[in-house]
């Protein structure tokens, strides 16, 4: 027989809502079942624990693996166990299960929802979640690390380091880390590495070490409270867009104007309509992709093209969380009209007084027609070079995304180099440098 421990939360949804305090201070002892529940709408891995018809809350989602890996391990429908610790607030129960095995190679989860998606846009790895996944990798192994050095001498694995063992100098700072950032990843990786870092933890005999056990253990029925959702929200789809804005990198990524649609297109096709549920409310969309237990390698790319929409002022939101928070849907339309100033900037100078004398030009030496398209035999070195000198004269911003817009093409950037690389001669080129520097 196996001994697995998990904690049950959410009484304050549930039929103890009304007395949750009370019913989580006198829960030692009591005897709960474990029900899966598939039929569940936002979470078909979703268990119940109810005490006999009394629906108390739900596993916590960081749990759930070892949940159904006993499940499978001992062919049952369902787990009975005794609740053996108790947090009254926010409440936590833990409950602890006799099994006949333990299946810990099964993996509960099918991803074949996500076969076939693809996204292919610019990868915008949010900081915070690509350092939080290394901080967790850290974590992991110098508690592994101090696990494997404590073995008993006869070779019996024992955690249970001695008070005054070597926690090492950067574990007690990368833990504190960790309580404050590990609500940024809401991937199931990051779930299993709350699982699996809290049960090293659990096993520690320090107190400081059993202290930040309890702190992660506390902090599953607050990881989707709305305040940690409406911060994390803030950081990825208003914070993270105006560093990147700072940065320049709005226009330095020019040649994804041309394929916005088809951007845009992939993220709407993301299994559970995830993107949609972000147009209608970023808040209860990070809810959304908790409950649906979504893989990094899926999640990272869908947040970077939602970025990546922002700062090409394609999104507009319905909803940001509570009724009546206005302020962050008016900082993203800030985003968005900031994104879409900067296109018509150099689109009103391709079309001033100024400019027109130039397309004249370009018109009588057969470049382009009259409403300045590129004519079948511009080749794409001479559409370089005409942007390059319009850009000059005309001191764009950007110099060669106006163009790539208005003529349906695109890597012009790397058409220069390729033509600095190889010095290959330009047809027709001194006529286009005449049209732009001769009076």
């Known amino acids: 027989m196996e001994k697995i421990r998990f904690d049950v939360v959410g009484l304050y949804h549930w039929d103890v809502r009304h007395c949750w305090k009370e019913y989580a201070t006198e829960a030692v002892g009591k005897q709960l079942t474990l029900q899966p529940q598939p039929e569940n709408m936002k979470d078909p891995y979703a268990v119940r624990a109810r005490e006999g018809g009394l629906h108390v809350g739900y596993v916590a989602v960081?749990?759930?693996?070892?949940i159904y890996q006993a499940l499978k391990g001992s062919s049952k429908q369902r787990l009975r166990g005794v609740v053996v610790e108790s947090n009254p607030?926010?409440?936590?129960?833990?409950?602890?299960?006799?099994?006949?095995?333990?299946?810990?190679?099964?993996?509960?989860?099918?991803?074949?929802i996500y076969a076939g998606w693809h996204y292919d846009g610019l990868p915008l790895m949010p900081p915070k979640l690509e350092q939080l996944s290394d901080l967790t990798d850290d974590i992991i192994d110098e508690l592994e690390s101090s696990q494997s050095s404590n073995l008993s001498p006869d070779g019996d694995v024992s955690a249970n380091l001695r008070p005054d063992s070597d926690v090492g100098p950067n574990l007690g700072s990368h833990l504190e880390a960790l309580l404050d950032s590990n609500l940024y990843d809401v991937s199931r990786e990051m779930t299993r590495a709350r699982y699996r870092i809290e049960c090293l933890l659990s096993a520690r005999e320090e107190p400081e070490m059993q202290a930040f056990a309890t702190k992660l253990r506390q902090q599953k029925g607050m990881l989707m409270r709305h305040e940690n959702r409406d911060r994390v929200a803030r950081y990825l789809f208003i914070d993270l867009p105006r560093q990147l804005y700072r940065d320049g990198l709005e226009n330095s990524h020019y040649t994804y104007d041309n394929r916005l649609q088809e951007l845009k297109s992939q993220l709407t096709s993301f299994p559970y309509q995830l993107y949609d549920k972000f147009l209608c409310d970023p808040v209860d969309f990070l809810r959304e992709v908790y409950y649906k237990h979504v893989p990094r390698k899926y999640l990272f790319p869908l947040l970077s093209g939602i970025v990546l929409m922002i700062l090409k002022g394609q999104v507009r939101i319905e909803r940001w969380g509570r009724e009546g928070?206005?302020?962050?849907?008016?900082?993203?339309k800030g985003l968005c009209k900031r994104s879409?100033?900067?296109?018509?900037?150099?689109?009103?100078?391709l079309i001033s007084e100024n400019a027109e004398k130039y397309w004249k030009k370009l018109e009588e030496k057969e470049f382009v027609d009259k409403g300045h398209k590129l004519l079948p035999s511009t080749t794409r070195q001479q559409a370089m070079l005409i942007a390059e000198n319009f850009a000059m004269k005309l001191k764009l911003k950007a110099k060669w995304k106006p163009f790539e817009r208005l003529w349906g093409i695109n890597n012009l950037a790397q058409e220069k180099w390729i033509h600095l690389e190889t010095c290959n001669e330009i047809s027709r080129a001194e006529e286009i440098e005449d049209i732009f520097f001769c009076k």
Not at 62 to 66: A, C, E, I, Q, W
Not at 325 to 332: C, N, R, S
């Open 62 to 66: 960081p749990d759930l693996d070892v």
């Open 325 to 332: 928070d206005t302020e962050p849907i008016e900082a993203i």
């Open 89 to 112: 607030e926010p409440p936590v129960l833990t409950v602890e299960c006799e099994v006949a095995r333990v299946d810990w190679d099964y993996e509960p989860f099918d991803d074949s």
């Open 340 to 349: 879409l100033a900067n296109k018509l900037s150099d689109n009103d100078i």
